[in-house]
């Protein structure tokens, strides 16, 4: 176990969101140091779907964190919560699964995990061991140590019942039952996502009403998926799995936006998002050429560092070859020192007829700048720069004097 308490705490806290309380962490880690004891790390997934896409792995990252300081990692797979289904942040409610849909499911997830974590150190723990032998009174039990009140402050449940939506009974127990994953695992450490907070808190809450130390509670960030918008996820469609061929995972990580392909390496990567950031502004790294970078990095981990630049490879001639033709004249375009890209768009290269037009078009993903997707309707580009502007099968390379 790493004896020094600020290095510790200097990795756990990277990438965090919220860590409650930073004060029992401290003491926790202090105590497990001293006593040569790990602390039990938890954290939950309920195989709700086969596959782990990159979204899942900004929390497995932080458990291989913990893993590598010498803590006791447990990785839960909700088998008998995942019938119930998670109501955190729905709008409506979740069709339970069958035993069958469950545990496929969790056997793919044993597979796909030791490409992240310490499969030799890490212990899987299914939550029918205990959730499935309590019987009505041990059930009975555990909802009178919890209010409806509290469970109404939920946002999700809140929300519904102000629309008067329905909410099942089923979908209180949850909270209820994740919380009690917690007393059974003896957990000292709960992590989830931040929209988990709640049931997070909950097993706070849980673990005293059953005479345990509280859990501490870390949550990370969400990573958004493809469409830059909405949390990454199998049912929208905007996800990467981990266990998809490489070709298909360099091509949609280079689909990512600028912008996003920040977070990406962020939460993905443990590369110096800074020093990158900086690269790229005095314009000694290309942002094209940073998410080439990204795409390798994220393809190495699950493919080897051969099969990621073989990739890359691949994706640069697709690119010269079939991405911009060769033949495409070069116009010199005097727009001022930093330029609109609409203005780019409209009186620079003359590819579309108004601004409404080229904001249409850059919404539905259909204009790239050199190589990538622009998103921003207020992108600006530096004077004395060449540019390749492509709109759907339309061409042009301009350089701004």
């Known amino acids: ?14 990438g965090a969101v919220e860590i409650i309380q930073v004060s029992e962490l401290k003491k926790k880690l202090e105590r497990a140091i001293k006593e040569n004891k790990p602390l039990v790390i938890k954290a939950g997934f309920d195989p709700t779907a086969p596959d782990i896409h990159l979204g899942h792995t900004v929390l497995l990252r932080k458990m291989r964190h913990f893993q590598d300081l010498g803590h006791k990692v447990i990785f839960l797979i909700g088998d008998h919560t995942a019938m119930i289904g998670d109501p955190s ?6 069709p339970q699964l069958t035993r069958k849909e469950v545990e496929d499911n969790a056997r793919t997830y044993e597979r796909q995990i030791a490409r992240v974590l310490d499969a030799k150190s890490l212990e899987i723990r299914f939550n029918s061991e205990w959730l499935g032998r309590m019987d009505i009174i041990k059930i009975g039990e555990l909802m009178g140590r919890y209010s409806v009140q509290r469970l109404l402050e939920r946002d999700d449940f809140s929300n519904r019942y102000k629309q008067q939506k329905n909410i099942t009974m089923l979908e209180f127990l949850y909270p209820l039952m994740q919380g009690y994953d917690s007393v059974a695992l003896k957990a000292d450490v709960e992590l989830g996502g931040s929209d988990q907070k709640f049931n997070l808190l909950v097993g706070r809450d849980i673990q005293g009403a059953y005479g345990q130390e509280p859990q501490v509670v870390l949550t990370m960030p969400l990573l958004e998926g493809l469409d830059g918008i909405n949390k990454m996820s199998k049912s929208l469609g905007n996800y990467i799995c981990i266990n998809e061929n490489a070709k298909d995972m360099f091509g949609k990580l280079m689909s990512v936006s600028d ?13 110096d998002v800074d020093a990158l950031k900086a690269e790229v502004k005095a314009e000694r790294l290309h942002p094209k050429q940073a998410k080439v970078n990204l795409a390798k990095i994220i ?13 890359a490879g691949e994706f640069d001639r697709a690119f010269k070859d079939k991405g911009f033709p060769q033949d495409v004249p070069l ?10 890209i609409l203005s780019v768009l409209v009186d ?18 259909a204009v790239e700048l050199d190589g990538s997707r622009v998103n921003d309707i207020n ?23």
């Open 259 to 271: 912008e996003l392909m920040w977070k990406y390496y962020e939460l993905l990567t443990d590369e």
């Open 299 to 311: 393809v190495g981990q699950y493919h080897g560092k051969a099969e990621a630049d073989e990739q």
């Open 89 to 94: 942040g729905v709008s409506k409610t979740r």
């Open 331 to 340: 116009q010199e375009v005097s727009l001022g020192q930093a330029p609109d």
């Open 1 to 14: 176990m790493e004896k020094n308490l600020d290095k510790q705490l200097e990795l756990i806290r990277r």
């Open 348 to 365: 620079g290269t003359k590819l579309l007829s108004s601004r409404s037009e080229a904001k249409r078009k850059i919404q539905e993903g």
């Open 379 to 401: 992108l600006t580009l530096k004077s004395g720069k060449e540019h390749r502007i492509r709109v759907g099968k339309r061409f042009a390379r301009i350089a701004l004097r």
